[in-house]
């Protein structure tokens, strides 16, 4: 039971390059998030999905787009990366409704700009 | 916009008890939970309360919510140095089922 699958685990980025952060998720679920996670800020979000072929903007949507290519996929990229962009970013996904609203995550994946 | 507020750090002695505190914002919160991350490692739900419950325990876990306030929080008896890790809240929007994640609460643990 996989869970919420995402890759890759590490990457460095040089600033201006672009990158894909891939995240599936074998449990049927509808809602799908990513987010970023720095020191002192905690978690962030960045983008969610409700629902297959819905995105919605999060709290700091600036320089990522994402892309809910089937139930299962969330994925993240990043056009030019930035070292602002350096993070830990989580996937996760959920049921919409209660009361399975447990959220579940992935490993995560820590990306450095230099 | 909803909003879930908590402190950044806490520590306790060995053996004590934590309490972890969180405030929220949305009045609409249905459910409230406490998720914890470890090192290196992604969240994982601890525990979750019902919005019409004030009080839920599980083993070494205590959960009080003061619905009026919107004030939540988390009790660890007998604290281990395995507790130590970040605690987050999290409640889901009433009005668009979002989860919503406090900042977390870094527990340290002093022998």
């Known amino acids: 039971n996989a869970g919420v699958t995402q890759t890759p685990k590490f990457q460095v980025l040089k600033t201006g390059q672009s990158m894909t952060l891939q995240c599936a998720q074998d449990?049927?679920?509808?809602?799908m998030y990513w987010y970023r996670q720095d020191p002192g800020m905690g978690l962030r979000l960045i983008y969610y999905?409700?629902?297959?072929?819905?995105?919605d903007k999060g709290e700091v949507p600036n320089g990522y787009n994402v892309s809910r290519l089937n139930k299962r996929e969330f994925s993240l990229r990043l056009e030019s990366a930035a070292p602002s962009q350096t993070s830990v970013y989580f996937c996760?996904?959920?049921?919409?409704?209660?009361?399975?609203?447990?959220?579940?995550f992935g490993q995560g994946t820590r990306l450095t700009v230099v | 916009g909803e909003d879930v507020e908590q402190s950044l750090f806490l520590s306790v002695r060995e053996g004590d008890s934590s309490v972890i505190n969180c405030t929220y914002t949305?009045?609409?919160?249905?459910?409230l939970y406490w998720y914890k991350q470890e090192p290196g490692a992604g969240l994982q739900l601890l525990t979750y309360?019902?919005?019409?419950?004030d009080m839920k325990q599980d083993q070494r876990l205590t959960v009080l919510l003061n619905k009026k306030d919107k004030h939540l929080s988390l009790r660890i008896a007998d604290t281990q140095t395995g507790d130590s890790a970040i605690y987050f809240c999290?409640?889901?929007?009433?009005?668009?089922?979002?989860?919503?994640f406090g900042k977390g609460t870094r527990l340290h643990i002093l022998p």
């Open positions: 996760a996904s959920s049921e919409a409704l209660p009361p399975s609203t447990e959220a579940f």
């Open positions: 449990m049927n679920h509808n809602s």
């Open positions: 999905s409700a629902s297959e072929g819905t995105t």
């Open positions: 949305d009045s609409s919160s249905t459910y």
């Open positions: 309360i019902f919005s019409n419950m």
């Open positions: 999290a409640e889901i929007s009433g009005r668009d089922d979002k989860i919503i």
